[in-house]
Nanobody, 123 residues
Framework: QVQLVESGGGLVQAGDSLRLSCTAS????????MGWFRQTPGKERDFIAG????????YYLDSVKGRFTISRDNAKNTVYLQMNSLKPEDTAIYYC????????????????WGQGTQVTVSS
């Protein structure tokens, strides 16, 4: 089973940017749609962005559309989440995941979660 590793989180101020990265310790990610999720204590994990195998198609949750950009570099076996204009409500643990199908829009198709990276946005 593939193990995903997220990085790039941190403490920033509102309006700042961060770029999260996700890579795999084994097995290539280039054959799978990938996604980013986030979770705050006591709440369900939200699916916020997905990307197709080629990288040519993406999905975004409305609340992050226009501020976040998911991308991938299959040669580097890495998926990114560029987060701009961060808001305090973006504070969460961010996880990447791999889809078990070719669908990159359905949260239920994703699995193989990483350990997450904490993003904290202060006002």
């Amino acid at each position: 089973q593939v193990q995903l590793v997220e990085s790039g989180g941190g403490l920033v101020q509102a309006g700042d940017s961060l770029r999260l990265s996700c890579t795999a310790s084994s097995r290539t990610l280039s054959n799978y749609p990938m996604g980013w999720f986030r979770q705050t204590p006591g709440k369900e994990r939200d699916f916020i962005a997905g990307i197709s195998v080629s990288g040519g198609f993406t999905y975004y949750l409305d609340s992050v559309k226009g501020r976040f950009t998911i991308s991938r570099d299959n040669a580097k076996n890495t998926v990114y989440l560029q987060m701009n204009s961060l808001k305090p409500e973006d504070t969460a643990i961010y996880y990447c995941a791999k889809s078990r199908t070719l669908n990159f829009r359905l949260a239920r198709d994703f699995h193989s979660w990483g350990q997450g990276t904490q993003v904290t946005v202060s006002s």
